[in-house]
């Protein structure tokens, strides 16, 4: 049995039981249990605070979990990244107030950042060679400047929206994040095979991620061209038909490049093209 620490709340929670879910891991919808079995797969799930994941990982209260790369960074536990998951990206960024004359980050030098990661920002202006005072605070981080406790912030940034909201403007990214499973450094073999079979159906499912699989009839005369446009994974599947100058072409087409693509299929006479989601990719 594999056990895997996830955050008990929030949106890290529901994006880590929508991938487990398409990953056909059934967890029971219950928080009220502290450890949860699954019902189709050897794994538990213990919720915590993801503050507490990283320790609960590195120390083998969990053998695996699920946390925001920030928070790990911030922890520094002993333990690896497995995986990055690609869900609940941010940054980690520092914001002054928006009518500051900003020239770089020597601005901070002898100023008061407000932080809830004081770890982070501690390396970063150490890299930097700046000297500053960092104030540690726990949740609503933005309104320190504007209350007189600091003059700058250290925080997340998802949309910027807060900081807007603050009269605050965004001027050094420090660290970009993301979700990431973590493990323990001294896993069984056993569990080194289940978590093996985990992260096989995880990475079906980030595959088939914004892809799209796409039927279209396009005229043999115009075939080439039509290849020439199509980025697919591999060689596009041709299937004849019973008309001699038509024929099937199947592929898979990214989302980011649907519509541009598909517009040039259609000018090179391709029809009645049919777009389907995909569930799972198996590489």
Not at 199 to 212: G, Y
Request: glycine letters at 6%.
């Amino acid at each position: 049995m594999l056990r895997i620490a996830v955050q008990s709340k929030g949106r890290l929670y529901e994006d880590t039981m929508n991938l487990l879910s398409e990953a056909d891991i059934k967890i029971g919808k219950s928080r009220r249990t502290l450890l949860v079995q699954s019902d189709n797969f050897p794994i538990e799930v213990l919720y915590l605070r993801d503050d507490d994941i990283p320790q609960s990982v590195a120390t083998g209260v969990a053998d695996i979990g699920i946390v925001g790369e920030n928070e790990f960074v911030e922890r520094h536990e002993d333990a690896d990244i497995l995986y990055r998951l690609g869900f609940s990206k941010c940054r980690l960024s520092l914001a002054i107030p928006k009518e500051t004359q900003y020239s770089g980050p020597s601005w901070f030098a002898g100023k008061k950042i407000a932080t809830s990661y004081p770890f982070i920002l501690s390396q970063y202006l150490k890299q930097q060679g700046i000297t500053a005072e960092i104030h540690v605070i726990t949740g609503s981080v933005e309104i320190s400047p504007g209350i007189g406790l600091s003059d700058a912030i250290f925080d997340i940034v998802s949309s910027g929206s807060t900081l807007v909201s603050n009269n605050l403007k965004e001027v050094e990214v420090v660290m970009k994040s993301e979700a990431v499973l973590i493990g323990n450094k001294q896993l069984s073999e056993e569990k080194r095979n289940i978590l093996s079979q985990m992260l096989f159906r995880m990475e079906a499912v980030r595959e088939a991620e914004d892809k799209k699989y796409v039927r279209m009839n396009v005229p043999k005369a115009r075939l080439s061209e039509i290849i020439e446009v199509l980025p697919g994974l591999k060689s596009p599947t041709i299937i004849p038909l019973a008309d001699d100058e038509w024929c099937s072409v199947h592929t898979v087409l990214d989302q980011k490049r649907f519509w541009e693509i598909i517009g040039k299929l259609k000018e090179l006479g391709a029809q009645g093209i049919l777009v389907t989601p995909i569930e799972k990719m198996i590489l």
